[in-house]
Protein backbone atom coordinates (compact mmCIF):
# COMPACT_ATOMS: atom_id res chain seq x y z
CA UNK A 1 0.00 0.00 0.00
CA UNK A 2 1.41 3.63 -0.86
CA UNK A 3 -0.07 6.32 1.25
CA UNK A 4 1.48 9.99 1.92
CA UNK A 5 1.15 12.13 5.06
CA UNK A 6 0.27 15.70 4.55
CA UNK A 7 -0.15 18.38 7.20
CA UNK A 8 -3.02 20.46 6.45
CA UNK A 9 -0.86 23.80 7.18
CA UNK A 10 -2.70 26.33 4.82
CA UNK A 11 -6.08 27.66 4.40
CA UNK A 12 -5.76 26.90 0.63
CA UNK A 13 -5.72 23.51 1.96
CA UNK A 14 -7.67 23.42 4.61
CA UNK A 15 -10.55 24.93 1.98
CA UNK A 16 -9.92 22.17 -0.23
CA UNK A 17 -9.77 19.29 2.38
CA UNK A 18 -12.80 20.45 4.59
CA UNK A 19 -15.68 17.95 2.60
CA UNK A 20 -13.33 14.66 2.90
CA UNK A 21 -12.48 15.59 6.12
CA UNK A 22 -15.88 16.37 7.77
CA UNK A 23 -16.87 12.82 5.43
CA UNK A 24 -13.89 10.94 6.77
CA UNK A 25 -14.78 11.90 10.51
CA UNK A 26 -18.04 11.08 10.46
CA UNK A 27 -17.47 7.96 9.33
CA UNK A 28 -14.88 7.30 11.99
CA UNK A 29 -17.66 7.82 14.52
CA UNK A 30 -19.89 5.33 13.08
CA UNK A 31 -17.29 2.92 12.47
CA UNK A 32 -16.01 3.39 16.16
CA UNK A 33 -17.75 5.04 18.56
CA UNK A 34 -16.05 3.77 21.36
CA UNK A 35 -12.97 5.36 20.38
CA UNK A 36 -14.18 8.66 20.67
CA UNK A 37 -15.34 11.61 23.23
CA UNK A 38 -17.74 12.98 21.18
CA UNK A 39 -20.62 11.57 18.87
CA UNK A 40 -22.00 11.31 15.29
CA UNK A 41 -25.38 12.98 16.02
CA UNK A 42 -23.00 16.06 17.87
CA UNK A 43 -20.94 16.44 14.70
CA UNK A 44 -23.13 15.71 12.04
CA UNK A 45 -24.89 18.47 13.02
CA UNK A 46 -21.71 20.99 12.40
CA UNK A 47 -22.11 23.65 9.75
CA UNK A 48 -18.82 23.75 7.34
CA UNK A 49 -17.51 26.62 8.98
CA UNK A 50 -17.07 24.17 11.61
CA UNK A 51 -14.79 21.94 10.18
CA UNK A 52 -13.13 24.62 8.82
CA UNK A 53 -12.05 26.15 12.18
CA UNK A 54 -10.90 22.61 13.12
CA UNK A 55 -8.44 22.21 10.26
CA UNK A 56 -7.65 26.13 10.03
CA UNK A 57 -6.95 26.71 13.86
CA UNK A 58 -3.00 28.03 13.99
CA UNK A 59 -3.30 25.71 17.31
CA UNK A 60 -4.10 22.82 16.04
CA UNK A 61 -1.57 20.75 13.46
CA UNK A 62 -3.92 17.97 11.83
CA UNK A 63 -2.78 15.13 9.55
CA UNK A 64 -4.29 13.20 7.21
CA UNK A 65 -2.84 9.55 6.05
CA UNK A 66 -3.89 9.92 2.04
CA UNK A 67 -4.08 6.67 -0.61
CA UNK A 68 -5.19 7.83 -3.85
CA UNK A 69 -6.05 11.58 -2.46
CA UNK A 70 -8.48 9.50 -0.11
CA UNK A 71 -8.23 10.16 3.91
CA UNK A 72 -7.49 6.97 5.27
CA UNK A 73 -6.20 8.56 8.39
CA UNK A 74 -6.07 12.15 10.73
CA UNK A 75 -4.65 13.07 13.64
CA UNK A 76 -4.64 16.62 15.46
CA UNK A 77 -2.07 17.86 17.95
CA UNK A 78 -3.28 20.63 19.69
CA UNK A 79 -1.31 22.78 21.76
CA UNK A 80 0.62 24.44 23.58
CA UNK A 81 -1.99 24.01 26.26
CA UNK A 82 -2.29 25.93 29.08
CA UNK A 83 -2.13 23.23 31.43
CA UNK A 84 0.45 20.51 31.62
CA UNK A 85 -0.36 16.46 31.33
CA UNK A 86 -1.09 16.28 35.24
CA UNK A 87 -3.14 19.48 35.69
CA UNK A 88 -5.57 19.36 33.22
CA UNK A 89 -9.20 16.84 33.03
CA UNK A 90 -8.41 13.69 31.30
CA UNK A 91 -11.95 13.88 30.10
CA UNK A 92 -11.93 17.58 29.46
CA UNK A 93 -12.36 19.07 25.56
CA UNK A 94 -9.02 19.96 25.00
CA UNK A 95 -9.92 21.89 22.25
CA UNK A 96 -11.20 24.42 25.28
CA UNK A 97 -7.23 24.22 26.98
CA UNK A 98 -5.86 25.54 23.72
CA UNK A 99 -3.61 28.65 24.98
CA UNK A 100 -2.33 31.80 23.64
CA UNK A 101 1.00 30.91 22.49
CA UNK A 102 2.36 34.10 23.59
CA UNK A 103 0.85 34.07 27.32
CA UNK A 104 2.11 30.35 27.78
CA UNK A 105 3.59 30.53 30.70
CA UNK A 106 4.03 26.63 31.05
CA UNK A 107 7.92 25.56 31.20
CA UNK A 108 7.04 22.84 29.22
CA UNK A 109 5.54 22.71 26.02
CA UNK A 110 2.34 19.94 26.47
CA UNK A 111 0.58 19.11 23.51
CA UNK A 112 -2.70 16.71 23.07
CA UNK A 113 -3.16 14.43 20.40
CA UNK A 114 -6.64 14.13 19.47
CA UNK A 115 -8.23 12.57 16.63
CA UNK A 116 -6.77 9.70 15.92
CA UNK A 117 -7.79 7.31 13.93
CA UNK A 118 -7.71 5.21 10.62
CA UNK A 119 -9.80 3.25 8.83
CA UNK A 120 -9.99 -0.63 9.51
CA UNK A 121 -8.23 -2.12 6.45
CA UNK A 122 -5.21 0.03 6.62
CA UNK A 123 -4.77 -1.30 10.95
CA UNK A 124 -0.87 -2.84 11.17
CA UNK A 125 0.33 -1.15 7.72
CA UNK A 126 2.00 1.52 10.00
CA UNK A 127 -0.22 4.12 8.51
CA UNK A 128 -0.88 5.35 12.55
CA UNK A 129 2.56 4.95 13.66
CA UNK A 130 3.52 7.42 10.74
CA UNK A 131 0.97 10.17 11.88
CA UNK A 132 1.44 10.12 15.09
CA UNK A 133 5.62 10.09 14.32
CA UNK A 134 4.83 13.53 11.69
CA UNK A 135 2.72 15.16 14.44
CA UNK A 136 5.01 14.63 17.34
CA UNK A 137 8.08 15.66 15.32
CA UNK A 138 6.31 19.31 14.81
CA UNK A 139 4.69 19.82 18.22
CA UNK A 140 8.33 18.63 19.89
CA UNK A 141 9.86 21.60 16.82
CA UNK A 142 7.07 24.07 18.02
CA UNK A 143 8.33 23.53 21.54
CA UNK A 144 11.79 23.87 20.82
CA UNK A 145 11.50 27.46 18.80
CA UNK A 146 9.67 28.55 22.18
CA UNK A 147 12.82 27.18 24.07
CA UNK A 148 10.37 24.83 26.48
CA UNK A 149 11.05 20.83 26.52
CA UNK A 150 8.46 18.78 24.77
CA UNK A 151 5.87 16.35 26.31
CA UNK A 152 2.46 15.21 24.39
CA UNK A 153 -0.64 13.57 26.05
CA UNK A 154 -3.30 11.63 24.76
CA UNK A 155 -5.83 9.72 26.35
CA UNK A 156 -6.55 6.13 25.36
CA UNK A 157 -9.81 3.98 25.81
CA UNK A 158 -8.70 1.24 28.51
CA UNK A 159 -9.39 -1.08 26.63
CA UNK A 160 -8.46 0.04 23.26
CA UNK A 161 -5.31 -2.54 23.36
CA UNK A 162 -4.47 -1.80 19.92
CA UNK A 163 -4.30 2.19 20.45
CA UNK A 164 -2.38 1.59 23.62
CA UNK A 165 0.63 -1.09 22.10
CA UNK A 166 0.39 1.51 18.72
CA UNK A 167 1.10 4.66 21.07
CA UNK A 168 3.47 2.71 23.47
CA UNK A 169 5.69 1.96 20.31
CA UNK A 170 5.63 5.64 19.75
CA UNK A 171 7.00 6.35 23.35
CA UNK A 172 3.78 6.59 25.26
CA UNK A 173 3.67 5.92 29.03
CA UNK A 174 0.62 5.36 30.64
CA UNK A 175 0.20 8.20 32.96
CA UNK A 176 -3.39 7.79 35.43
CA UNK A 177 -6.54 5.52 34.39
CA UNK A 178 -9.54 7.57 35.02
CA UNK A 179 -13.47 5.68 35.34
CA UNK A 180 -15.28 6.87 32.31
CA UNK A 181 -18.79 5.27 32.69
CA UNK A 182 -18.51 1.31 32.37
CA UNK A 183 -15.14 1.40 31.49
CA UNK A 184 -12.16 3.48 32.27
CA UNK A 185 -9.69 6.09 29.95
CA UNK A 186 -5.79 5.94 30.30
CA UNK A 187 -4.10 9.51 30.12
CA UNK A 188 -0.57 8.65 28.08
CA UNK A 189 2.68 11.44 28.23
CA UNK A 190 5.44 10.99 25.94
CA UNK A 191 8.79 11.44 28.91
CA UNK A 192 9.45 14.81 29.22
Not at 26 to 33: D, F, G, I, N, R
Not at 88 to 100: E, R, S, Y
Not at 175 to 192: F, Q, R, S
Amino acid sequence: MTYEIIHVSSEDLARSYVGKYKEFRLLSLQVAPEAFASNYSTEAAFLDDVWYERLANPHAATYFALEKFKIIGTVSMLGPLVYGPEDMTVLGNPWQAIGDKTSNEQAMGHYRMNGVFTLPDVHGQGVGKALIEAALQYAGGEAAVQGKAFVCSVVVESENSGARRLYERCGFVAMKEVPNGDTAVILMTTPG
